[in-house]
């Protein structure tokens, strides 16, 4: 069974920093992309970041380029994301999914429930 358990959300204070795993299972980690999905109530979800499978490339939404960073283990079938200089806007319910390819197609597959985050002014 596909499997992917987001982790390592919270509350913290503007400026600081948290670091979200996406544990995965019950599918070839290693042959897929992994993005990173966000949303804040009364919001429409939104990408954050992706990572591929094939050479490990990585792409950010533009709000948060140069403050998070995608990685990932696949020895370990985790995926990453660190973030930092968080700001109130940040905040909502991030989600990490499968791309239905290697690379980062914009096409999900399967979801994660959730994890919570919230930035406090």
């Known amino acids: 069974e596909a499997q992917l358990v987001e982790s390592g959300g919270g509350l913290v204070q503007a400026g600081g920093s948290l670091r979200l795993s996406c544990a995965a299972s019950?599918?070839?980690?290693?042959?897929?992309?992994i993005g990173w999905f966000r949303q804040a109530p009364g919001k429409e979800r939104q990408g954050v970041s992706c990572i591929s499978s094939s050479d490990g490339s990585t792409n950010y939404a533009d709000s948060v380029k140069g403050r998070f960073t995608i990685s990932r283990d696949n020895a370990r079938n985790t995926v990453y994301l660190q973030m930092n200089s968080l700001k109130p806007e940040d905040t909502a319910v991030y989600y990490c999914?499968?791309?239905?390819?290697?690379?980062?197609?914009?096409?999900?597959?399967?979801w994660g429930q959730g994890t919570q985050v919230t930035v406090s002014s």
């Open positions: 999914a499968t791309d239905q390819y290697y690379y980062c197609s914009g096409s999900q597959g399967y």
């Open positions: 019950g599918f070839a980690f290693d042959q897929y992309a």
